[in-house]
């Protein structure tokens, strides 16, 4: 079975630092990775997503992430961060003959001015 | 290409009435998912349909939820003699292809509220 663990419920960045987003996965057989963003009231936006290839994935509004088999990690990064990053992020994963989406608890993302 | 369309947005049932929840997957898209997020958790994953077919509905409650996607018009996520636990924001996504590794497209959810 399939399992997704983000361990900061709450990450508190001031504007312009950088930020990580911590994902782990369980999973004995090849998966696939997203990372999902939701802003207030609103349904969920795919920021990036690993599929096969080079470990490095660059999404959109400037966030990247780094697939890490060994650690079974996922981690999300943004260089600087600005005040409209300010939302819930989810990792999940799907694979393992399952279409469906496992995903983590999130993680809320508020940015300091 | 308009998104995935979800309605209502909001929706109030008392404790025994009925909730049905509509979606629109995109154009083009056949593959139809619905999760469902409590307060304060991620999204759970309770019912995979393809057109007239459900392929997978491991997630989803044994009595009282049923769900469907017929050949013409949008899935439907029907919730019978709702109880306070079924408050959830319920969210449906879609995806042209079947498959693991094939993007899942969220529309807004359905807010679900039972008094």
């Known amino acids: 079975a399939q399992s997704v663990t983000q361990l900061d419920s709450q990450v508190p960045v001031f504007e312009e630092a950088p930020v990580e987003l911590r994902c782990n996965y369980s999973?004995?057989?090849?998966?696939?990775l997203f990372w999902y963003v939701q802003y207030p009231n609103q349904g969920l936006q795919l920021l990036l997503k690993?599929?096969?290839?080079?470990?490095l994935v660059k999404g959109i509004n400037g966030f990247e992430a780094e697939f890490n088999k060994s650690q079974t990690s996922f981690h999300l990064r943004k260089p600087s961060v600005h005040i409209s990053d300010t939302a819930e992020y989810f990792c999940?994963?799907?694979?393992?003959?399952?279409?469906?989406?496992?995903f983590g608890t999130g993680t809320r993302l508020t940015i300091i001015p | 290409n308009a998104g995935v369309m979800q309605n209502p947005r909001h929706l109030v049932r008392r404790r025994g009435q009925e909730a049905r929840l509509r979606c629109s997957p995109m154009k083009g898209h056949s593959h139809v998912y619905w999760y469902r997020q409590l307060p304060e958790e991620g999204l759970k994953f309770m019912v995979y349909l393809q057109k007239e077919n459900i392929i997978d509905e491991s997630g989803m409650p044994k009595e009282r939820f049923s769900a469907e996607f017929p050949k013409e018009g949008p899935s439907i996520l029907r919730i019978q003699q709702v109880v306070r636990g079924d408050s959830a924001a319920y969210f449906c996504?879609?995806?042209?292809?079947?498959?693991?590794?094939?993007?899942?497209?969220f529309g807004p959810g359905t807010r679900l509220t039972v008094l």
């Open positions: 996504a879609s995806s042209p292809r079947g498959g693991p590794n094939n993007e899942q497209f």
């Open positions: 690993y599929l096969s290839g080079s470990t």
């Open positions: 999973s004995s057989v090849s998966v696939y």
């Open positions: 999940a994963v799907s694979g393992d003959g399952n279409e469906k989406l496992t």
